[in-house]
């Protein structure tokens, strides 16, 4: 008899090792790795006042999403986000639109 189901309650495994076992984690754990990547690089664009009020959001095929604090923040960062798609895409980055969302924290 197969005892693994009850042996994997008896030992936590890491998120790294839960999501190497699961595609589908698999594939959000790279899609968050992803947005994480995203944001870095175009952090310098954005206005240094705002860098702490916007993490990386979900991916959704060319569409990526910014979660933003404050909707002055999102309003701000509106108009930088032709320049975040125009850098993305020079870096290969198929990005077609990012959505803003607010999310206060």
């Known amino acids: ?23 589908m984690l698999a594939q ?19 206005p240094a006042p705002l860098r702490s009020a916007i993490r990386p959001g979900p991916i959704d095929g060319e569409a990526w999403c910014l979660l933003v604090d404050t909707s002055a923040g999102a309003a701000k960062l509106r108009q930088v986000v032709p320049a975040l798609i125009a ?13 803003l969302k607010v999310e206060v924290r």
């Open 87 to 99: 850098h993305l895409r020079a870096r290969g980055t198929q990005v077609t639109s990012i959505r």
């Open 28 to 46: 959000l754990a790279q899609l968050a790795r992803e947005s994480g990547e995203r944001l870095k690089a175009v952090e310098q664009l954005i």
């Open 1 to 23: 008899m197969d005892r693994r189901p009850l042996d994997r309650r008896l030992h936590p495994v890491s998120l790294q090792q839960a999501a190497g076992e699961s595609p």
